[in-house]
């Protein structure tokens, strides 16, 4: 069968609402996307860890339960070993996924693992499986504007693409199974390294004597404008340090980053230094707060 006659089979299943479908994983995140997928039109079936009620879907006590009549499903959970959980623990998708199903990780997780995964889905249940780690925080996850980045077989990225424009405003296939995950790595080590370079900046210019906040204007007027600048220095400037984002997933996200960066030979000091003074902040114990509470960190340590 070649990709075009593969799309036409997996689409023959029914992937675009009002499509049977599920999702796992009602975190901050995965809430906000299952009640986008239920305004798409889809007929949703949720489950997760936690009983949380999302309006307009049904809910179900296991993934497995939740997976057994849907034609294409969505897992939103914090690391490898959840995906594994959810995928082929006692009660996980594994046991009831039809043929020719997609699954959608929407986790951030190891590029290696996400490969295992697909191969073992495969070849046990005949399902598939996407990578399609996310960026834009809970506000475009609320929003549907999410960024997909997507690894996996072409013909069922095709077949999901209802389902991704139903949770993201922008969509890429980047290649095989795992191409999702290292794009996301490399996500995480642009926004993590560009917020020390932000925070030092700004914590440079209140030890001379600057006010930060002006510091901030002038430098958004510039070549030194970025989401960071805009949007994460604002929330450390004003205190706004409840999580939206935990400093402790940044640092997971990091450290996967770190193992990706490894096995593919790249030098990258940069990654290293902001890896480890991430570290340092959930070792002091502000792992739980927003990431932006990096800004303190920084500023404490220099004698602020």
């Not at 959840?82 to 046991?95: I, N, Y």
Request: glycine letters at 12%.
């Amino acid at each position: 069968m070649d990709g075009e006659e593969a799309g036409a089979t997996l689409a023959a299943l029914g992937m675009a609402p009002p499509a049977r479908a599920a999702f796992i994983g009602l975190g901050v995140m995965g809430r906000a996307m299952a009640a986008n997928l239920v305004k798409a039109g889809y007929r949703l079936t949720v489950s997760s860890r936690t009983r949380k009620d999302v309006e307009g879907a049904v809910w179900a006590d296991s993934a497995a339960a939740a997976a057994s009549e849907a034609s294409i499903i969505g897992i939103c959970v914090p690391d490898t070993p959840d995906v594994e959980r959810v995928l082929f623990g006692a009660g996980g998708v594994a046991e009831t996924v039809a043929e020719g199903t997609v699954v959608i990780d929407f986790s951030t997780i190891s590029a290696e693992a996400t490969r295992n995964f697909a191969l073992r889905l495969k070849s046990e249940t005949g399902a598939i499986l996407l990578d399609s780690p996310v960026s834009g925080g809970p506000q475009g996850a609320i929003d549907g504007t999410l960024t997909c980045m997507v690894g996996g077989e072409a013909a069922a990225f095709e077949a999901a693409r209802p389902f991704l424009t139903a949770v993201g405003g922008t969509i890429t296939r980047l290649g095989a199974s795992g191409a999702g995950q290292i794009c996301k790595s490399a996500n995480q080590m642009i926004i993590s390294s560009t917020m020390h370079a932000v925070f030092e900046a700004l914590v440079l210019g209140r030890k001379a004597g600057l006010d930060p906040k002006v510091m901030r204007e002038a430098l958004l007027g510039g070549s030194a404008r970025s989401f960071v600048l805009e949007n994460h220095a604002l929330r450390w400037l004003e205190g706004r340090l409840t999580p939206g984002f935990r400093a402790e997933l940044m640092l997971k996200d990091m450290k996967l980053a770190s193992a990706a960066l490894a096995a593919n030979g790249v030098y990258a000091p940069v990654a290293a230094s902001a890896t480890r003074t991430l570290g340092v902040m959930v070792e002091t114990g502000h792992g739980g707060l927003d990431v932006a509470a990096l800004g303190q960190e920084i500023a404490e340590r220099s004698g602020l």
